[in-house]
């Protein structure tokens, strides 16, 4: 174990599954050039050259669809869309042809491609460069969702998605990419897909979120552990399919749950918890659901209404003291 960034974390898990699968290659703007624009690329294009490290002109649908193709002739696409926000230039390429093909080829073929979504809050990007719109993907059958929270999670689940035969869409917060932890020199250190972390344990109360929030939600535990409430916090890192299990058996020792996203409340996918635990564990429950999240608005330019419209850690405590 050691100590490095978010971002290193991803380049590592890159490195060492394109030096294992010669069949993995990236693509996107300005991967070459700059290394990625938020350097997340960086070296890739020396140490594997241009053939394996592509820069595109400026079309995701292009992008997209070039992956699509290339995974169904037997390589390992990795797309990066600069800012998951772009991803709506290219729906139709997602969502009718990728997250489909191998459905409607009856498993004859395999889609094994990644694309790499930088999303969330970040300086002012305002409205175009900030969203985080996971729950659009979550609602389309054949494809899965990740969210990392932090280092060691961001390699290991970035591995496995490597590694995977289906379409994966892994959402990187471009605050975390900063961020620091221990992370596993194991090269087959693999977080597995579909499996939620329990990350605290406690009696009173479950609080699940992923990506970014996981920070507030730990930041929210602590609070509250001095109030004399028993906090167990759980990390979905798989938002789609989400861990069911995980959470219906934390709730079912808890009777509590709130659910906390960057994400817009609304539609969000902290309602897609509050109903499975509602049909599966509504007898367990003490208390009303609670759900935190962004505000019904597009993303602000200005930063005292961008700090607005952020969810807080207050709202997390204050939502949880509510239950009680």
């Not at 992008?63 to 390992?76: C, E, N």
């Not at 509050?274 to 429950?285: G, K, N, P």
């Not at 607005?308 to 239950?323: C, D, L, Q």
Request: net charge negative.
């Amino acid at each position: 174990m050691r100590e490095i960034t978010f971002s290193e974390a991803t380049l590592e898990a890159m490195r060492e599954e394109m030096k294992r699968d010669p069949s993995i290659f990236v693509m996107g703007e300005d991967i070459v050039r700059q290394g990625g624009i938020f350097g997340q690329f960086k070296g890739l294009p020396d140490e594997f050259g241009t053939d394996r490290v592509i820069d595109t002109p400026i079309t995701e649908t292009a992008i997209i669809g070039a992956a699509i193709g290339a995974s169904l002739a037997g390589m390992r696409p990795v797309a990066d869309m600069h800012f998951a926000d772009f991803m709506g230039v290219c729906m139709d390429e997602i969502f009718n042809q990728m997250a489909k093909i191998r459905y409607m080829f009856g498993g004859q073929t395999t889609v094994p491609m990644v694309i790499r979504a930088p999303d969330g809050l970040i300086r002012s990007a305002a409205a175009q460069h900030s969203q985080s719109i996971e729950s659009w993907f979550n609602n389309i059958p054949g494809i899965k969702v990740v969210a990392p929270s932090n280092p060691a999670d961001a390699k290991g689940i970035l591995k496995a998605a490597l590694r995977s035969n289906d379409p994966i869409i892994y959402f990187e917060n471009k605050d975390l990419f900063r961020m620091k932890g221990d992370v596993s020199e194991d090269e087959d250190y693999i977080v597995p897909i579909g499996k939620a972390k329990v990350v605290r344990e406690g009696k009173d109360v479950t609080i699940v979120s992923y990506s970014i929030m996981m920070q507030q939600a730990l930041e929210a535990a602590d609070i509250l552990e001095k109030d004399g409430y028993s906090v167990e916090v759980i990390d979905l890192i798989t938002l789609s399919p989400f861990d069911e299990e995980t959470v219906i058996q934390s709730v079912k020792k808890t009777h509590r749950l709130l659910i906390a996203h960057e994400a817009v409340k609304r539609g969000g996918l902290g309602g897609e918890v509050a109903a499975v635990v509602a049909e599966m564990a509504i007898d367990y429950l003490d208390a009303p659901i609670i759900r935190v999240g962004g505000k019904f608005t597009p993303v602000p330019f200005s930063p005292t209404l961008e700090e607005a419209y952020r969810p807080k850690t207050s709202e997390i405590v204050e939502g949880v003291r509510g239950m009680f």
